[in-house]
């Protein structure tokens, strides 16, 4: 009996190879004919050609999407064609009109007064930039009325100019004795009387005379804690102060680019809680508008723009 349940074990599992190996035989050939079908040549049997593949099979399906009968079709010559430019747009930069510098150039923000000659050297011969900018904290450097510590800001000036380089000033920040108003947290603010600002700028420039280039007058001034006043964030004043900076600064050298202070991109509006009236920031765009309809347009060779924030994606 084990003899002959030996042998016919032997032979089921001997069939059961040869089936297993007539399917994989038969898989292959299948899997092989469904490759060659789409390169066959064969079209529908309709009698009218279309570029629709047979739905019967996937790999058809996927293999005959973009055949070479329908890559006319998918090319609408017509639509893409451009007009030939019949004139080309002047950008030099020098122009009559035209700012004093090129219209465009590279150039970065830094703090260049702790180490002035590595900065610049890594701004002008690492990154291959021809403009920086530094911004001047007035508030940080002058202790009372006619006192200033220039020592910071005459090494980096001069580290620039050295290197051939551009610079651009952003003046910010009136010292504690030309304020008169502090709430719970002081932040930063004009003086009270705006042309002591115009006249720190005429101080700035006579220092380092054709060594400025530009200088942007202020930062985000729709917030309150750049602008903290008692009146609170406000656009006309400061588009007058403003323009009594571009004033002074065009009256000791024309060549300066006066840049209006880049607004923070907040797309929102608050009011103090303490005071309704008192606004403590204001939306960009709202700012941007009554700067316009204050005339800052007349007091500006640029404007500033800062791209960060949620609403500038």
Not at 26 to 40: D, E, Q, R, V, Y
Not at 138 to 144: E, K, M, R
Request: net charge negative.
């Amino acid at each position: 009996m084990s003899d002959l349940f030996g042998r016919l074990r032997g032979r089921t599992l001997a069939t059961l190879g040869i089936v297993w190996i007539l399917f994989l035989a038969l898989a292959l050939l299948c899997a092989f004919g469904a490759i060659k079908l789409p390169g066959s040549g064969k079209t529908p049997d309709s009698g009218n050609a279309t570029s629709t593949p047979l739905s019967t099979s996937a790999p058809s399906t996927a293999t005959a999407e973009t055949p070479a009968s329908v890559q006319p079709q998918a090319t609408a010559t017509g639509a893409m064609t451009l007009p030939t430019p019949t004139s080309t747009a002047d950008i030099s930069g020098d122009g009559t009109g035209g700012l004093p510098w090129g219209a465009f150039g590279y150039g970065i923000a830094a703090h260049g007064i702790s180490m002035p000659y590595y900065t610049m050297d890594q701004i002008s011969g690492q990154l291959g930039m021809n403009w920086v900018k530094q911004q001047v904290r007035w508030d940080h450097f002058s202790a009372g009325p006619d006192q200033m510590d220039w020592s910071g800001y005459d090494a980096m000036v001069d580290a620039a100019s050295e290197r051939g380089m551009k610079v651009m000033m952003s003046v910010v920040g009136a010292p504690i004795w030309s304020r008169t108003y502090f709430d719970a947290n002081p932040q930063a603010a004009p003086p009270d009387d705006l042309s002591l600002y115009a006249r720190f700028l005429g101080e700035l420039i006579d220092r380092y005379q054709g060594k400025i280039h530009a200088i942007e007058v202020w930062n985000e001034q729709n917030l309150d804690r750049e602008w903290d006043t008692a009146e609170g964030v406000k656009a006309s004043s400061y588009v007058e102060l403003l323009r009594l900076a571009y004033q002074v600064i065009k009256s000791r050298d024309s060549s300066i680019i006066v840049i209006s202070g880049a607004l923070s991109p907040t797309g929102a509006t608050f009011v103090d809680a303490a005071n309704a009236d008192r606004y403590t920031v204001v939306d960009d765009f709202v700012y941007f508008q009554q700067m316009i309809d204050a005339g800052f347009l007349s007091y500006a060779d640029c404007i500033g723009a800062h791209h960060n924030g949620y609403n500038m994606p």
